[in-house]
């Protein structure tokens, strides 16, 4: 079944240092999508960073990365230079079918808490 | 270009009641999805609207959720009779026509919360 992991529940990091937040994944389809989400407190989901199955690059987007393992079935997301503004949840997700089709799943959330 | 909209942003019901949220995705998107996160728990699928029919709806708990998208634009979730397990953040999301290029993120509302009692 297809299915998102994410182990820590919660983190904690040293502002202006990096965290990885661990995601795996599961799914029998060759093309698929993964996505990370942030939840501050006030609730908005805020898109992060998009991966595609077929993208040989990690994606990047400002201070977020993605470490992409296919073979492994991990796409864990990477913050470097914590902020204190980036305390929040994280949320790992995938959406997987075809266009027109699209399903999207999504893991239990990591709750990252960025110390001064 | 206003975001996706959800009201009301919190709603506390009595178990049997009935209840109806709604969503207001970014004009122009055909695509609309309900999601719903129990507390402490994963987020889940509900259904899937592309303008006004329903693509998928096997994320549906039961018979007592009844979503709607007339006209493809806004849609409502309405939950009758109310249970205690219904709690939960109800989130909608939005994004453009499956293409290419634009296939990757939805864009989502800030939620509803709703507690029934």
């Known amino acids: 079944a297809q299915k998102i992991t994410q182990t820590q529940p919660g983190m904690f990091v040293q502002e202006k240092e990096a965290v990885t937040l661990d995601c795996t994944y599961d799914?029998?389809?060759?093309?698929?999508?993964l996505f990370w989400y942030k939840q501050p407190s006030s609730g908005e989901m805020i898109f992060l960073i998009y991966?595609?199955?077929?993208?040989?690059q990690n994606a990047t987007e400002g201070r977020y990365s993605l470490n992409f393992q296919k073979a492994r079935k991990s796409a864990n997301l990477v913050i470097s230079a914590s902020q204190l503004g980036d305390s929040a949840m994280y949320f790992c997700?995938?959406?997987?079918?075809?266009?027109?089709?699209?399903?999207?799943?999504f893991g239990t959330g990591t709750r990252l808490k960025v110390l001064a | 270009e206003a975001g996706v909209t959800q009201f009301p942003s919190h709603s506390v019901i009595e178990k049997g009641q009935t209840v109806t949220l709604r969503c207001d995705p970014i004009?122009?998107?055909?695509?609309l999805y309900w999601y719903r996160r129990v507390m402490g728990k994963e987020i889940k699928f509900l259904l899937h609207?592309?303008?006004?029919?329903?693509?998928?709806e096997s994320g549906m708990p039961n018979n007592r959720f009844l979503a709607e998208r007339t006209g493809g634009t806004y849609s409502t979730l309405k939950v009758q009779p109310a249970e205690l397990e219904d709690s939960g953040v109800y989130f909608c999301?939005?994004?453009?026509?499956?293409?290419?290029?634009?296939?990757?993120?939805?864009?989502f509302g800030p939620g509803t919360r709703l507690t029934v009692t």
């Open positions: 991966q595609g199955s077929y993208d040989e």
């Open positions: 999301a939005s994004s453009p026509r499956d293409d290419f290029v634009r296939q990757r993120e939805q864009y």
């Open positions: 799914t029998s389809d060759q093309s698929y999508g």
């Open positions: 609207f592309v303008k006004e029919s329903k693509q998928d």
């Open positions: 997700a995938m959406r997987e079918g075809t266009s027109g089709t699209y399903k999207y799943i």
């Open positions: 004009s122009g998107h055909d695509n």
